[in-house]
């Protein structure tokens, strides 16, 4: 019934969103404005049900419901004003809100579909058709919310090896949606039937932070949703990297944002920072080793640069020698909406310094691609038990020189890797010809998926006919 109800409010999400894609209102415009108007619909059903309501008299859902036209278009646009101004929850889900809906007629459908649903559901299931929807969007090329979605079985596989406990605090400093918090609040919740501990891990143990307004609605929302932060949301609007942790953390779980600082942002100058680099991903991963406590540990996904560019050469010494850095995750392409993303997991612990460096060939030989051989929590699993969550001290290699030269997880000791040049992480040893290997079908299915229509699917066909030297399709 629960997955009935959950396709059914997704597939009318989904409908109107194309709709208004036709009219100019980008897909991820469409899911922030849903968002806040969801809020609003489910205070409403809470106050049928006795509670008292989060939003003050004057800005519910029944004067929205009320009006059409421009008038409907003013009063929704100064809710969202007021809203946007309130120190709670509600302030945080409304950060810098704006209507993106224009005209009146489609604000008022929007409004009109999310009315026709009870959205007072168990939490797990309205949390998954929140999550669904996000993930939709994460896959649409054209809304570029790629960027903020990390696959969740990637997520699943680093925090079924990180291992929060219910009594440790978690933070993610580059938030997005909030898949990683999720994802360790999950793992945490059934830890422990203890109240204060049940307490502590809905309202304190969980941090995130990321720099823009819309990314904190649908991440505080995505959180709510499930559950967590319900009086005060823990994510927070702002850059990670401005200036140091003002507390330490027992786990922290990232996929900071590849490529340069958005623009206008300042300069990194930070005291506690090893070196000064204009990478953002190096600046990240020493913002992440200066918010860990003693003993803490992280996982964190990283480009491949970040493990051989020559700015990021003390850093890497650091980890080496102040922290165990214990284990690399090589990731294969074809897993992120982000296309071509060639990334590492790396997974340390403060505090102690590193014997060896433990390192997973995920990539060689390895072919994923969203359409049709899209990465399941199962193709990590042998990482995961190689990993060996339980004691990552009683580990054993399946490389072998002799018998099994291309086993994909073999260990190399701290002090070879410091004299590598420029201290450099970036190692390979496995022969498996890496070559693309899909069949023409597989190429066709791929390209089908990324097509919004008929025509703009031959168009592309055509492209790759040409650039495989093959006669042009026949019309």
Not at 135 to 146: F, H, L, V, Y
Not at 397 to 414: I, L, M, Q
Request: charged share 25%; hydrophobic share 35%.
């Amino acid at each position: 019934m629960a997955n009935n109800t959950e396709q059914s409010i997704i597939k009318k999400v989904w409908t109107l969103a194309t709709t208004l894609s036709g009219q100019g209102v980008g897909f991820t415009d469409y899911i922030t404005q849903l968002t806040y108007l969801l809020f609003l619909k489910m205070d409403k059903e809470n106050r049928e049900l006795g509670e008292e309501s989060a939003i003050p008299e004057g800005y519910q859902w029944e004067e929205l419901t009320a009006l059409d036209g421009t008038d409907l278009l003013m009063q929704y646009e100064e809710t969202l004003d007021f809203l946007s101004r309130q120190d709670n929850l509600i302030g945080t889900i409304f950060t810098k809100a704006q209507n993106k809906i224009d005209k009146p007629v489609y604000l008022k459908k929007v409004i009109t579909m999310i009315d026709e649903e009870d959205w007072l559901l168990e939490g797990d299931v309205k949390g998954a058709i929140y999550e669904s929807i996000l993930e939709r969007n994460g896959q649409d090329k054209k809304s570029g919310a790629g960027q903020y979605f990390t696959p969740r079985p990637l997520i699943k596989a680093m925090v079924d090896c990180a291992r929060p406990k219910i009594t440790e605090t978690v933070c993610d400093p580059a938030c997005g949606t909030g898949g990683f918090l999720l994802a360790a609040f999950d793992y945490m919740k059934n830890q422990s039937q203890d109240k204060e501990k049940r307490e502590f891990l809905r309202n304190e143990a969980l941090s995130g932070t990321d720099n823009t307004a819309l990314v904190v609605t649908l991440a505080s929302m995505n959180l709510y949703l499930h559950g967590i932060g319900t009086d005060r949301s823990p994510i927070i609007c702002a850059d990670s990297l401005e200036k140091q942790p003002e507390k330490l953390f027992d786990v922290i779980l990232a996929n900071p944002p590849f490529g340069t600082r958005p623009a206008g942002s300042v300069d990194i100058q930070r005291d506690d920072f090893i070196t000064e680099t204009k990478n953002n991903q190096l600046n990240f991963l020493q913002h992440i080793m200066m918010s860990l406590r003693n003993g803490g540990r992280a996982a964190v996904v990283l480009p491949d640069n970040v493990l051989f560019e020559g700015s990021g050469e003390a850093i890497r010494r650091k980890l080496l020698t102040d922290f165990n850095l214990h284990t690399i995750l090589r990731l294969p392409t074809g897993i992120f909406y982000a296309q071509g993303v060639k990334a590492n997991v790396l997974f340390f612990t403060k505090g102690e310094p590193t014997r060896d460096v433990w390192f997973y060939d995920y990539r060689t030989g390895v072919k994923h691609t969203l359409a049709n051989n899209k990465l399941e929590r199962r193709h990590l699993n042998d990482f995961v038990s190689c990993y060996n969550p339980d004691n990552i001290s009683a580990r054993t290699e399946t490389y072998n020189a002799e018998t099994e030269p291309n086993g994909r997880w073999r260990k190399y000791p701290a002090e070879d890797l410091l004299k590598r040049d420029k201290t450099s992480l970036d190692i390979t040893w496995m022969k498996i010809e890496d070559t693309d290997d899909r069949t023409l079908a597989e190429l066709m299915a791929d390209i089908e998926t990324k097509s919004n229509n008929i025509a703009s699917a031959v168009a592309q066909l055509k492209e790759l006919f040409s650039e495989l030297n093959l006669n042009e399709v026949n019309e």
